[in-house]
């Protein structure tokens, strides 16, 4: 098979894989919201939209500044790569206290604030996006697509049968936080494939400031 071939077959068979998963996600998602009806289903998008805003704390910038300086020194990119990890798991940390201590001081509900508490540890999870960049330089992207869109698959799959078991908001919650450390759990062990796709934690006080530094520098220019 020619390389343009194989490209193309590739990037049908992506496309093909997110387009379904996209759909089967579409038709769960009616399915929740008719199960849990209108009060349930208030805290379950409540939930999710400090979720969604507390990504603010794990930047893009993190891993397009890794993906930069790992093509400006590729033998330093294990080391670029263990540092943009780290940071990614830092920041969703900090993410996770400030979303909670926010929370407690608008004096939301107690269960509430607990669901919120699961769902924000899934923060974790986005440090998967920075284990995509040295396939990202080779151009290597089947693997980690499909990599991500299976594990949407299989979240979507565990929604309709918590649906079908009845189950109460708690293992929706539950479910979500699983999907997000399983999908990092599955970018670390795509490390497998090549040594120097492989984060190594033993990195300096150089490799951090200059992430953070021009991830800062990076988000500046976006904003203005």
């Not at 939301?108 to 330089?137: C, D, E, K, M, W």
């Not at 970018?187 to 934690?201: A, D, H, Q, T, V």
């Amino acid at each position: 098979m020619s390389l343009i071939k194989k490209i193309a077959w590739n990037n049908l068979l992506v496309l093909s894989e997110r387009l379904f998963t996209a759909f089967l996600g579409f038709l769960i998602s009616i399915w929740l919201i008719r199960y849990l009806g209108p009060e349930r289903y208030g805290i379950y998008s409540l939930v999710f939209a400090w979720f969604t805003f507390l990504n603010v704390f794990t930047p893009f910038a993190i891993e397009q500044v890794v993906a930069r300086e790992s093509v400006r020194h590729p033998e330093q990119i294990r080391k670029y790569l263990g540092a943009g990890v780290s940071i990614k798991i830092l920041l969703a940390i900090l993410g996770w206290i400030c979303g909670i201590l926010i929370t407690w001081l608008l004096d939301y509900p107690r269960t509430v604030i607990f669901y919120l508490a699961i769902v924000l540890f899934g923060l974790v999870g986005n440090a998967s996006y920075v284990l995509q960049v040295p396939h990202q330089i080779e151009l290597k992207l089947l693997y980690p697509a499909l990599a991500e869109g299976g594990s949407n698959f299989l979240y979507q799959i565990a929604r309709g049968i918590l649906i079908l078991l009845e189950c109460g908001l708690y293992p929706f919650f539950l479910a979500h936080l699983g999907w997000r450390i399983f999908q990092l759990g599955l970018f670390f062990l795509l490390g497998i494939e090549k040594s120097s796709y492989r984060p190594s934690f033993k990195f300096g006080l150089q490799e951090v400031r200059d992430i953070f530094y021009a991830s800062w520098v990076l988000l500046v220019n976006n904003i203005f």
